[in-house]
């Protein structure tokens, strides 16, 4: 209350921006004249003051049954009666995320047909022609496969639950084969550039910000952004799981240098049956991270607000980064530092690209250490393994090579 009576004051004789920049150089000061709390209210009271309260987002229920008004009256009530919120046998239920991209494939099939005076019910020329539109569009292979898939799948649980045609499994199978043989136009073989890498560029990140020492919210910023690629490359989740991530609850500091990690069910990616009685519990053995996470806890981390989540908002108040902008983020900071973007789901590739070179029977340990059930889906993303393996051999060769009489011919 002193504080923000402070600014007010301020505010009122000599202006909002002038008031603005005394206090945040306050903020400098406070860790060193009374303490790491105090600095870390200051920068709380400037940003209440600096940004404006947001809407709270739509729940992923909300959001799908948003995306389900768009349909047709007729196919709602089955559709929605799939949501885990309604009652009914749970296993039978689809996950939020899941019904809201039927709900999207199927809105978009329904209005693709009546424009172009197809019949709605899907057959193989009518899925082959559609899915040449999607062709011309830019719509890779892989991706309308995908589409096609959920059209049939939400066409069997809204309209007609008997629905089949040998026609509609041919064109969806052309295409996966297609998709296979194309690759993963998102994914390029530049992006390998190994788990212990990022961990290392995280744990660059945070140093740099330690040297400086917790002086106010950006230097806090610059420590959660190091902390973020150096957890994402040591614990390889998905975007979902990680933005989950909360000292003191799904993150415990263990007796150094144990880190257990304790994720519920609803945040990973399994089947909706299996997320009430499923969950990720493991102890991590990483000294590194173990400080990392302890220094932050105790320097960094009240310097944004009094709340325990591992990722907080720079921009709200109390509020988490979400999943998309945790993508977004490191991302932007592969890119600067690296020089190629690549995503939080590109970093699980790169730990399982590693784990298949230097662990001992690594190929087969990579599929449980991702979390993924097919062995032939983690193949996808190390079949580059040998090829990373051959540019680390070569450029070890060129160092080696440099260093002696002999003269390299290239």
Same mark, same amino acid.
């Given at each position: ?8 004051? *301020? +505010?009122?004789?000599? /202006?909002?921006?002038?008031?603005d920049?005394?206090? !945040? #150089?306050? @903020?400098?000061? %406070?860790?060193? &004249? ?48 799939? *949501? +885990?919120?309604?009652? /009914? ?7 939020? !995320? #899941?019904? @809201?991209?039927? %709900?999207?494939? &199927?809105?978009?099939?329904h ?25 011309d ?20 649980v ?27 136009h ?63 609850t ?7 240098p ?51 989540s ?47 070179e ?6 087969y ?46």
């Amino acid at each position: 209350m002193e504080i923000a009576e402070y600014l007010q004051d *301020l +505010s009122v004789r000599l /202006g909002k921006q002038y008031a603005d920049t005394e206090l !945040a #150089h306050l @903020q400098v000061g %406070a860790p060193v &004249l009374w303490s790491i709390p105090i600095s870390g209210m200051i920068g709380k009271i400037l940003r209440q003051g600096r940004c404006e309260p947001k809407l709270a987002a739509k729940s992923t229920d909300e959001r799908c049954r948003s995306a389900i008004a768009c349909l047709p009256e007729a196919w709602q009530p089955k559709l929605v009666a799939k *949501l +885990s919120s309604e009652p /009914g046998r749970r296993s039978e239920k689809w996950s939020a !995320a #899941h019904t @809201q991209s039927v %709900a999207y494939a &199927l809105s978009r099939w329904h209005r693709a047909s009546i424009e172009s005076g197809r019949d709605v019910r899907p057959c193989g020329a009518t899925f082959h022609a559609y899915a040449s539109d999607l062709k011309d569009d830019g719509v890779s292979d892989r991706s309308i496969a995908d589409y096609l898939s959920r059209i049939v799948s939400g066409f069997r649980v809204s309209v007609e639950p008997d629905f089949r045609s040998a026609g509609c499994e041919y064109v969806i199978a052309r295409h996966q084969e297609l998709g296979k043989l194309a690759g993963r136009h998102t994914k390029s073989g530049d992006q390998i550039v190994g788990a212990s890498r990022l961990f290392d560029l995280g744990v660059d990140l945070m140093d740099a910000a330690r040297q400086q020492g917790p002086r106010g919210l950006h230097i806090a910023r610059d420590f959660r952004n190091g902390l973020l690629v150096s957890v994402a490359a040591a614990l390889p989740q998905r975007a979902r799981a990680l933005s989950h991530l909360s000292l003191g609850t799904t993150v415990v500091l263990l007796e150094k240098p144990y880190v257990h990690i304790l994720l519920p069910g609803r945040v990973l990616k399994m089947r909706e049956t299996k997320k009430q009685s499923g969950s990720f519990d493991k102890v991590l053995c990483n000294p590194v991270l173990w400080a990392a996470l302890d220094d932050y806890q105790r320097d960094f981390r009240p310097l944004f607000d009094d709340g325990q989540s591992l990722f907080p908002s720079i921009l709200s108040v109390g509020a988490t980064i979400t999943s998309s902008q945790l993508g977004r983020l490191i991302g932007n900071l592969t890119h600067e530092y690296l020089g190629v973007r690549i995503s939080i789901h590109r970093v699980r590739d790169n730990v399982a690209t590693e784990a298949s070179e230097k662990l001992q029977s690594g190929g087969y340990l990579a599929p449980a250490l991702i979390g993924n059930k097919s062995a032939a889906t983690t193949r996808d993303s190390y079949d580059h393994a040998q090829g990373m393996r051959a540019a680390q051999e070569f450029g070890e060769l060129l160092s080696g090579r440099r260093t002696s009489p002999t003269t390299l011919l290239l």
